[in-house]
């Protein structure tokens, strides 16, 4: 088959490879669509490490091929969504629920062969079978919106309270549905992206924001008469953001960490300390528990508007470049005719 090959930064090429064999646990799924990730444009650019010789991608949508002996919960011809990472299911968190910090997890297209290929694998605990109702592109982008939702849960909003949301990428626009969801009396978003911001008004912000021309910390003080937001969400992960997040948080507010930073942060611990202020982090996602593919089937997370590129498989390579565009939000790779 073929399948896009990570060999080292700027060095991916096609190649072609095995099927996948499944053991008696696995199922071997037909690609239907994938969807590039920020992380595979870092990967490319050495900015973010992964091993060399593994197939890239971990957003993807298929068909059940094949399943080994065991899986009784999927069947051949079976539309499914797959969370893309393979634990150990028995150490603590994985026996806790909190399978997605298992110690020993890896990711596809980062630690194991992913989802850019004709056929790829994954454990059969990994592996739902799609609602009728989702469809197959919407369905690429479960593991991105399961990241934003997870941490959303953790955060855990309520009706009554100011949320800020940094950084307004795919992870941030799929944290704003889901805190739309959750219901907050009012939502502000901040980015640098006209296309994106637009975006979030429309799904639901109250507010955006658009640093530096616009001084986020003065606008979040105007619209909670002075104290700061009950709940700031970093997902941009940039050292500046962090250091402000602890001043856009009320005394005993809650800031959620989902963005991971390339270097070591600033951060006013001291004050974070004066004020109670509770530091929650959120890592990847729980489908077992939390359920995503069936809010994005029911567009409660509505992946459609995030979706602004197509390219064929063969065109894997530009699809990953477009996503880092202006333009660009969730840029899709189609199996369909390869
Ligand atoms: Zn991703
Ligand atoms: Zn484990």
Same mark, same amino acid.
């Given at each position: 088959m073929r399948a896009l090959v990570f060999e080292g930064p700027g060095d991916v090429r096609f190649k072609e490879v095995p099927v996948p064999e499944i053991s008696s646990d696995e199922?071997?799924?037909?690609? +239907?669509?994938?969807?590039?990730?920020? +992380?595979?444009?870092?990967?490319?650019?050495?900015? /973010?490490?992964?091993?060399?010789?593994?197939?890239?991608?971990?957003? *993807?949508?298929?068909?059940?091929?094949?399943?080994?002996?065991?899986?009784?919960?999927? %069947?051949?011809?079976?539309?499914?969504?797959?969370?893309?990472?393979?634990?150990?299911?028995?150490?603590?968190?994985?026996?806790?629920?909190?399978?997605?910090?298992?110690?020993?997890?890896?990711?596809?297209?980062?630690?194991?062969?992913?989802?850019?290929?004709?056929?790829?694998?994954?454990?059969?605990?990994?592996?739902? *079978?799609?609602?009728?109702?989702?469809?197959?592109?919407?369905a690429a982008l479960v593991e991105p919106a399961a990241v934003g939702y997870h941490a959303v849960c953790r955060a855990a909003p309520t009706p009554s309270e100011t949320v800020v949301i940094i950084g307004d990428g795919p992870i941030g626009l799929f944290i704003l549905?889901?805190?739309?969801?959750?219901?907050?009396?009012?939502?502000?978003?901040?980015?640098?992206?006209?296309r994106r911001l637009d975006l979030a008004r429309e799904l639901g912000a109250d507010r955006v924001v658009r640093p530096p021309e616009e001084d986020l910390k003065a606008i979040v003080m105007e619209e909670t008469d002075g104290t700061g937001a009950d709940l700031v969400i970093e997902a941009a992960g940039r050292a500046e953001t962090i250091g402000e997040s602890v001043h856009l948080a009320r005394s005993a507010a809650r800031i959620m960490m989902v963005g991971i930073p390339?270097?070591?942060?600033? /951060?006013? /611990?001291?004050?974070?300390?004066?004020?109670?202020?509770?530091?929650? +982090?959120?890592?990847?996602?729980?489908? %077992?528990?939390?359920? #995503?593919?069936?809010?994005?089937?029911?567009?409660?997370?509505?992946?459609? #508007?995030?979706i602004t590129h197509t390219f064929r498989f063969d065109e894997a390579v530009d699809a990953i470049h477009a996503s880092k565009g202006q333009d660009a939000i969730k840029v899709l790779i189609s199996f369909d005719g390869i």
């Open positions: 199922v071997l799924i037909r690609t +239907t669509y994938a969807a590039v990730c920020g +992380t595979d444009a870092h990967m490319l650019d050495g900015a /973010f490490p992964a091993k060399r010789g593994i197939v890239m991608g971990h957003e *993807a949508s298929g068909v059940v091929e094949a399943v080994g002996s065991r899986v009784t919960h999927v %069947a051949p011809g079976q539309p499914v969504v797959a969370s893309p990472i393979v634990v150990c299911g028995s150490c603590k968190p994985c026996r806790s629920g909190r399978y997605n910090i298992c110690g020993l997890r890896r990711h596809l297209g980062i630690e194991a062969d992913g989802v850019y290929a004709e056929f790829f694998k994954l454990p059969g605990y990994s592996v739902y *079978a799609a609602p009728d109702e989702l469809d197959p592109k919407e549905e889901s805190v739309v969801a959750f219901g907050a009396q009012r939502i502000i978003v901040s980015g640098h992206r006209k390339g270097e070591p942060i600033p /951060f006013d /611990f001291i004050d974070l300390v004066r004020r109670e202020v509770d530091l929650l +982090t959120s890592d990847a996602s729980l489908y %077992a528990t939390e359920l #995503p593919h069936e809010l994005v089937a029911k567009r409660i997370l509505d992946a459609r #508007p995030l």
